[in-house]
């Protein structure tokens, strides 16, 4: 198994882990126009798109009964993407990751909206948010080298002020979250 995949695995198993504790699906969170619902919502309908889009292949709409037996068939389409090297090994077509590889790009955009999102769920949710702080921090990094693509994107807020020097808690204040 690639890294990519072993690491999209351990934050999707960590993300179900989390939205197994949620008891109000319509609790506020970190993100203000948000509810705990829409965090899943969010991670449901955004890559299918953009995996089409990019790539041609595609993922059905999930229709389960549930959130969470939504969130575990689409984190297994995803993991199955992952692991297959034929497909998770090809050039993304186009957009602005065109010739990289598909995992790379899953990688760098799900599995971190993933990780982040978990953070925003374990909030809202009033849960531990059991997140590894090496990749955290990695990512802050990654994220502070591009701080003006991210925020002309609009998918990110204000950075906020925070003193602490925990690496999730600097990942989320630099993305917008009150910490």
Do not use: C
Not at 63 to 80: C, F, H, I, N
Not at 83 to 102: C, K
Not at 137 to 146: K, N, T, V
Request: glycine share 4%; charged share 25%.
């Amino acid at each position: 198994m690639t890294a990519e995949a072993a690491r999209n695995r351990l934050f999707s198993e960590t993300f179900a882990k989390v939205a197994e504790q949620v008891d109000d699906w319509t609790a506020p969170t970190p993100v203000p126009e948000w509810r705990a619902k829409d965090i899943v919502e969010h991670l449901l309908d955004w890559f299918p798109e953009m995996l089409h889009s990019w790539t041609g292949l595609s993922l059905e709409p999930r229709t389960e009964s549930t959130l969470l037996k939504r969130w575990r068939v689409r984190a297994d389409e995803v993991q199955t993407l992952l692991e297959d090297d034929a497909i998770s090994g090809r050039a993304v077509e186009a957009g602005p990751f065109a010739g990289q590889e598909l995992r790379a790009v899953i990688d760098q955009l799900y599995t971190a909206d993933i990780f982040m999102h978990t953070w925003d769920l374990a909030r809202a949710a009033d849960v531990p948010a059991p997140l590894d702080s090496q990749y955290a921090a990695d990512l802050l990094a990654g994220l502070q080298r591009m701080e003006d693509v991210i925020r002309a994107s609009g998918q990110f807020g204000t950075a906020k002020e925070t003193d602490s020097t925990h690496s999730v808690d600097r990942l989320m204040a630099f993305i917008g979250r009150e910490v």
